[in-house]
Every structure is written in structure tokens, then in C-alpha cells.
């Protein structure tokens, strides 16, 4: 009797119980841990950088490492700043982003206009072969085009004969579109109601008076992606630069960093300082524009 | 549309002649629109890359005119032991970092589609890091794996394990690669996440009424349909673990001495890089360039064909 009595109600208790722990672990407890040890992992590098930029190059050595600095010395972002000639690096990363993103905006808001909103033959498949260009690498032609800039004259522009050795083969590509950036704004144009277009053209707006009067200001939300997005793609670029410019007054941050470090022999601490300044601006555009990051992830799938 | 006779209708033929005076204007304002691109793709794409291939069978240092020597750079990469190992080092770590690419990203997105209220603070997180300066990062790898003052020895000798010498080690450079790339995960996470919050809700409510488990719901569910999602990661990831360059510069100090402990960190760009604008070698770099146009389109050639077997698209179901 008694033994039933207890045995009776296990077998309908246990499996919901498990059931419940298992909702638990699946639910809200194991994707938590998962999440928390891999945030852990992904901010480390970047606690690092950090906290081994304000030690002392003493501290900074130790073994086993502080994880902790005993001693912030914050007077190593200024030291970093007047040891490695981070001011010019960051004025040349400055123009050039300026400038890259300039190109990105203006080219590609007009061939995605030309890609979706105009209804001309043979537009789509034009537009395949545009996309299939992701999938060029682009290391595969950096010596040719070395080559071919190498010879158009610059007119002493950044007093170079030839495109090498200015920021002209950085800049001016930009203004020629980048299929990632096309995809993203013919993805957005598409879904502007066809209406507005006849209703300007109705009251005698060109083609190019729709797409600066009435598309472009409907854009903005994509403009912004495109914007952001070129401007870090600029900022964080290292290839290019140290391929093109040959001299430091030339070098925007990543190449300067990259050589004056080599050729200097400069301190970790100094080196992590001018890092965190580097990686700073970026963090601070992202923490203000996030949005736009995760649209553009959805819209485009990839980043350029 | 390269036949002119075809019996279609004339309005949606390509070729000018056929159309009418509105497709006309439309054909003329489109490629107006465009011709920013299009002078790109011919300039700066078309045209590049056949005079690689011309330049690939010339010796050229970049200062006087090519000389045609044939073949000969590319008979010179079969007897090149940096080619080789060039070859091996970049095929070793795109054969690493791919597949576990896929594992980070869908392990972060799949803990992330869980119904957790701090889930933007997550996304956002995850993120940053795959939009941060790489070569930034590679800085603070070399601080990181250092075999005394880093963290990374240091958080395995707290759990009782002697850390390697990352970068001093031949066998361990190519996983400080693999680590740096992994910072990227979060952007492919926001990918197979979005793909995740495609997957009908009904698909799993009737697996759960037929008994399944949330493992066997995995590989019968989630896995199938984002396969399609998981085949552009691979793509992608292959080529740009093809295309590696900067880390392996900034972890190299980028001189002209040994590219790492043996060579091990000899990626194939790094080597074209060095035999173009280091040695003056620009023919043999255009061969190497065209070997690497040609491994890459054969490559994903290859993963899409693979591809058919695994892929699962909605539309074949009806």
C-alpha cells in the first residue's frame, strides 16, 4: 500500500521535472553561460590592449602577467602620441576615409538607382554580373593595377609623377562603386513605391531630379549603412596603403603603426596605447550608430 | 540575347536596335546611371586581370618593359620550395579557420536565439570585434601570446596547462591566425541568427508533439534549413581565408627576413606581396596572382558542388 502510494505519483513527476530543467538549460541558463564565457573570450583581447597600454613597461613585462595594473599610467596615451608621429597617421587616415566615403556615397547611390529604378533591357542580368564580382579576390589583381597607376601622372599631386605614392589609387577607385554597396541600396530603392517616381515625373522632374529630389532623401536609412560602413572599411584598411605610399609623412595609422613600431623597436605599453586610440573612434561610431550595423548585416548578409 | 532572330517579344530583347523610343531612353538613362560601375568593372576589374595574365608570362621588375618569356614563371613555382610551403601554409589554415568559423558563429547565434531579454546587448557585443582594425588586433595577439607577460599562457597555466610559444613555435603560428580571425565570428553569428529566426515556429511545436529532442530538433530542423545560409559562410570564409594577408605581416614584423619561425607564416598573398614589391618580381607575382584566381574560382566551384549533396532549399520541397 504504502509502496504504491509513494511510487505512484513518480512516474508523472520526474519526466515533467526533467522536462522543466531541461527548459531551463535550453532556455535562459546554458545559452546564458555559452554567451557569457564567449563575451569573455571575444572582450579579452581588448581588456588587454587596454590595461597593458596605462601599465609601466616594468609591470608590463612581469611574469605571471597583473590583471589588474598596480600603477595607471595614463600618461602613456601622450607619450604614445608624441613618440610615434600618431598625429600626421591619423590626419592622413582622416582624408582618406573622408574622401573613400565620399566616393562610396555618391557612386553607388547612383548605379543602384540605375539598377532599380530605371526599367532599361538587359538590366538584371548586368546586375548578376555585378554581384559575381564579390567573389573576385582582390589581392588577384594588385599587381596589375600597381602597374597601371604606376603609370598615369599625378601632376605632382603629393609630389609624385605617377599615382604611386599619392592617396589617388586609395581614393578614386572608391568613386567607381563596390558591388556589396550597390546590392544594399538596389535592395532598399526596390521597395520605394514605383507611384512616387510617376507622380514627380508627372509634374516634369528629369530623371535625375526623381533620383536627387525624391529617392535619395527616401534613402537615407540605406545611405547611412553604406556610409558607415565604408568609412570603418577605409579607416581599418592596411593592404592598399602600404602597397601605395612609400614615405611616412604618407602613411595613414595602419601602415605607420605597423612600420614605426618595426623600425623603432617601440615599447608594448606605447604601442597598446596608440592601439586603443585607433580602435577608440571606431568603437565610438559603432556605440552610436548600431542600428545601422545590424540593418546593414540583414539587408546585405555580409559586410564588403 | 546573343541570338538576334529569336522569335521573343521585341520589348524585352536586349540590343538597341529592336526597341523603342521609351526602352531606348530607358537603356540610355540606365547605363548613364551605372556607368560609374561600369567603367569600374572594366578599368579596375576587366582589364586588371588580363594584363596579370600577360604579365604572368613576361619577366618585369616594374622598372623596364616586360620581356615575353613564356611559361616560365609558372614552371618556376614547381621548383620553388617558398611557393610550396606558401601553398601548404595557406591551404592549413583555410582548412582550420573555415569549419571552426562556422562552429564560433553558429554556437554564438544559436545561444543568442534564445528568448533572453539582454539579447541586444549581446548582438552588439558580439559584433564590435569583427568591425575593429585587424591590424590592431594582430598588435594585440603579439602582446597576448607572448610566452611570459601574455594573458593566454597565463589563463592556461590557471587551469594547469603549460601554454606553447605561439609565435615562436612553428606548429602553433597558424592557430594565433586562426584565433585573430575568430574576433569576425560575431558578424556570420548575426547572419545564422537572422537565418534562425526564419525557421517556422510550427516545425519545432509539431517535433515536440512527435517526441523530439532539442538534439534530434538540431540535426532534423535547424541544421537542413540553414544550409543554404551555411553555404555563403563557407564561400565567403574561403576566400578571405585565401586572400589572408595582414595578420600574418603584422605578426611577421612585415621585414624581409623569414616570414615567421620557418616560414610558417608564409600565406600565399604575403608571398606574392614580397616577390612583387619586395624583390621586383612582378611577372612571377602575375603568375602567382593567376594561380590564386584560379585556385579560388576552382575552390568554391568545388564547395558548390559538394554543396549539392547537403543543401537544402525550401523551393525543392513542392
Sequence with gaps: ???????????TTLPGGRRHTRRLLTRGILPRIVLIVGLIAFMAPFYWMFISAVKTPQEGARFPPTLIPETWVWQNFPDAVNFIPFGVFALNS????????????????????GFSRIDWPGRDKVFYLCIATIFLPYPVIIVALFDIFGRLPAFGIQG???????????IVPAF????FYIFLLRQFMLGIPRELSDAAKVDGASEFQTFWRVILPLTSPAIAVVLIFAAVAAWNEFLLPLLYLHEQSKYPLAVGLAFFTSEHDVAYNLLMAASTLVVLPVVIIFLFTQRFFVEGISVGGVKG | ???????????????????????????RLGLSFISPWLFGFVALGVFPILYTFYLSLTRYSGLRDPIFIGPENYQRMADDPQFWKAVYNTLYYTLLAVPI??????????????KLREIGFYRAAFYLPSILPVFAISFIFIVMLNPGYGLVNHVLSAVGLRGPNWLGDPA?????????????????????????KGIPAELYESASLDGAGAFRKFFSITLPLMTPIILFDIIIGLSLALQIFTPAFILTGGGERAAGPDNSL???????????????????????????FIVSLLLAWAVFKWAGGWVYYESERS
Design chain 1, 1 to 11: 500500500m504504502a509502496t504504491t502510494d509513494t511510487t505512484a505519483p513518480i512516474p
Design chain 1, 94 to 113: 582622416l582624408i582618406l576615409t573622408v574622401g573613400i566615403t565620399i566616393g562610396a556615397v555618391v557612386s553607388n547611390t547612383l548605379v543602384a538607382y
Design chain 1, 160 to 170: 609624385s609623377d605617377s599615382w604611386v605614392n599619392t592617396f589617388l589609387p586609395l
Design chain 1, 176 to 179: 567607381f562603386g563596390n558591388p
Design chain 2, 1 to 27: 540575347m546573343t541570338q538576334p532572330s529569336a522569335a521573343l517579344p521585341a520589348a524585352r530583347r536586349f540590343g538597341p536596335r529592336r526597341l523603342g523610343a521609351i526602352e531606348r531612353r530607358n537603356l
Design chain 2, 101 to 114: 568559423g562556422v562552429v564560433v558563429a553558429m554556437i554564438i547565434a544559436l545561444a543568442m536565439n534564445q
Design chain 2, 172 to 196: 602553433y603560428t597558424k592557430l594565433a591566425l586562426v584565433m585573430i580571425a575568430q574576433l569576425g565570428a560575431g558578424q556570420y553569428a548575426l547572419i545564422f541568427l537572422a537565418g534562425l
Design chain 2, 266 to 292: 608564409l600565406m600565399f598573398v604575403y608571398f606574392l606581396y614580397r616577390q612583387a614589391f619586395q624583390f621586383g618580381q612582378m611577372g612571377y607575382a602575375a603568375a602567382l596572382s593567376v594561380v590564386l
